[in-house]
């Protein structure tokens, strides 16, 4: 009986307690939208995965400090600020993100205010154009990623 229990208490833990939504951190040497000569002088500032990043470069100042030490422009470490802070949602990994930044979508911000249909037929062409991903999401998905987008605070300058 106490095998049992014990096989079953986790599973029932994940079943009872309400899950909570979490976002995915990736290294970034495993980021497409990091070229890799960017990846390793990141990392060789000790920043290696993206909450990091998105942590060191969510102001102007601190992507002014940045650029200087890892010698990258500001404007491109401000892309990846968005992206990474695109990642603190469900569901949207590194792919997804850069497909709503090419779709014109580049900030939690914007993403709060679009509208699920606009959002799918922006996505569809950009993935046309830059063929990112196979598969893009179900507007369904879309309108879970809005409103997760609307529960966020904007931390990126």
């Not at 002014?64 to 990994?93: H, S």
């Amino acid at each position: 009986m106490r095998n049992i229990v014990a096989l079953l208490l986790p599973l029932l833990v994940l079943v009872v307690l309400p899950s909570t939504a979490q976002a995915s951190h990736y290294p970034l040497d495993a980021v497409s939208f990091i070229p890799t000569e960017h990846s390793a002088a990141l990392q060789k500032a000790g920043w290696t995965e993206t909450k990091d990043l998105l942590n060191a470069l969510l102001t102007p100042k601190a992507r002014k400090t940045a650029a200087k030490t890892v010698q990258i422009d500001e404007d491109t470490l401000l892309r990846y600020a968005q992206l990474c802070d695109l990642l603190r949602i469900r569901g949207i990994g590194p792919k997804m993100a850069q497909v709503i930044h090419y779709a014109g979508f580049k900030t939690v911000a914007q993403l709060k205010k679009a509208k699920p249909a606009a959002l799918a037929k922006a996505m569809k062409i950009a993935n046309q154009k830059y063929r990112v991903s196979e598969l893009l999401p179900q507007e369904e998905t879309l309108v879970d990623w809005i409103a997760q987008a609307q529960k966020l605070p904007i931390i990126v300058k």
